[in-house]
C-alpha cells in the first residue's frame, strides 16, 4: 500500500485582516466648555482584528486492535455545523479492516483534506482612548472583546471508531459528535500610563 498524506497543522486557508480607525474629531476653542469637550471627544481609536481559517484534519483512529478503517465513500456533512452536531460527518464512511492488518497496513492516510474539524472565525474589537497631559504623562482607557459576535468556535468531532456488525465503524460513544464548543465572548477593561 502506497499513500501520502497531509500534515496534522495543515490549514489551506488562514485570513487575517487588521483594520485601525481614528475619527478626526477636533474641537477647537479655549473656554472651559471647550476643553472637557476635546478630552471627551479626542483620541479615540477602534481597532477590529479578524481572522478565518480551515479547520486542522481529522485523524480516524481504528477501534483497539484493528487499525486505522478504510474510508468507503465520502464521509463529509453539508449544511450549518450547528445543525450537524451529532453526526459532524458520515460515520457509515468508515469500514474497518480486518484485524489481520493490524498494526502494518491500513489503506487510509493518517489525515485527509477533506474530512477537518469545523473553522475558526472570530473577531476582537478594541476601544482606546488616550488622554493627554501637560507633564506629558498620557494615559490609554482601553476596552476590549474576545470574540465580539460571540461565534461559538466548535471543538473537533469524537474520532474513535467502535466497531458494529460488519465491522462498521458505529455512533458508539461519541464517534462522529461534536460534544462541545468554546471561545465565547470576553471582555476586559485596562488603564495603561505612557510616560
Known amino acids: 500500500i502506497n499513500w501520502r498524506s497531509i500534515g496534522a497543522y495543515d ?10 480607525y481614528a475619527p ?9 466648555g471647550d476643553r472637557v469637550l476635546r478630552q471627551v471627544a479626542e483620541g479615540w481609536e ?18 483497539s486492535g484493528y ?12 449544511g450549518p455545523i450547528d445543525q450537524r452536531l451529532n453526526a459532524y460527518f458520515n460515520q457509515s464512511c468508515f ?17 485527509s483534506s477533506y474530512l477537518r474539524a469545523p473553522i475558526y472565525d ?14 506629558r504623562v498620557r494615559a490609554q482607557l482601553r476596552v476590549e472583546a474576545y470574540n465580539t459576535l460571540n461565534h461559538p ?6 474520532l474513535g471508531c467502535s466497531v458494529g456488525a460488519g465491522l462498521t465503524c458505529t455512533n458508539a460513544g461519541n464517534f462522529g ?11 476586559q477593561v485596562g488603564m495603561k500610563i505612557m510616560f
Do not use: M
Not at 490549514?11 to 485601525?20: A, D, F, I, T
Open 67 to 78: 487499525g486505522r478503517p478504510a474510508i468507503t465513500c465520502d464521509p463529509r456533512g453539508s
Open 153 to 158: 468556535y466548535f471543538n473537533s468531532p469524537g
Open 11 to 20: 490549514q489551506p486557508k488562514v485570513w487575517r485582516l487588521s483594520v485601525v
Open 177 to 187: 459528535v461534536i460534544t462541545g464548543a468554546s471561545n465565547s465572548r470576553q471582555l
Open 46 to 63: 477602534i481597532t477590529n482584528w479578524w481572522e478565518d481559517a480551515s479547520g486542522l484534519p481529522l485523524a480516524i483512529s481504528g477501534a
Open 95 to 111: 469500514q474497518q479492516l480486518t484485524s489481520k492488518y493490524f498494526p502494518v497496513i491500513s489503506p487510509t492516510p493518517p489525515y
Open 122 to 135: 472570530d473577531v476582537n474589537t478594541s476601544v482606546l482612548k488616550t488622554f493627554a497631559s501637560r507633564e
Open 24 to 32: 478626526p474629531i477636533t474641537i477647537a476653542g479655549s473656554s472651559f
